[in-house]
């Protein structure tokens, strides 16, 4: 890892709720959105989400996503293959 790589995190936020359907992004109640944290990189937002999900595994309508902030705040540098 460079200099560069380690004084720039790639935020990514955890978080998860209830949705309509599994197989979609259609959370329920927004008031009740579980704010899991953001990391500082993928491998701790997905060892985060990996420990929320698996809790909720029994449960179809939790669902918890990893969302790439770096790439929301930094749209130039989202086609970039390691993030």
Do not use: C
């Amino acid at each position: 890892m460079s200099v560069d790589e380690e004084a720039a995190p790639k935020l990514h936020l955890v978080f998860g709720g209830r949705v309509r359907d599994p197989q979609t992004l259609d959370f329920t109640d927004l008031e009740s959105i579980d704010l899991v944290g953001i990391y500082p990189n993928y491998a701790e937002a997905e060892e985060a989400w990996r420990g929320k999900a698996q809790r909720t595994v029994d449960d179809a309508e939790m669902k918890y996503v990893v969302v790439h902030l770096h790439r929301l705040l930094e749209p130039e540098l989202a086609a970039t293959p390691s993030s």
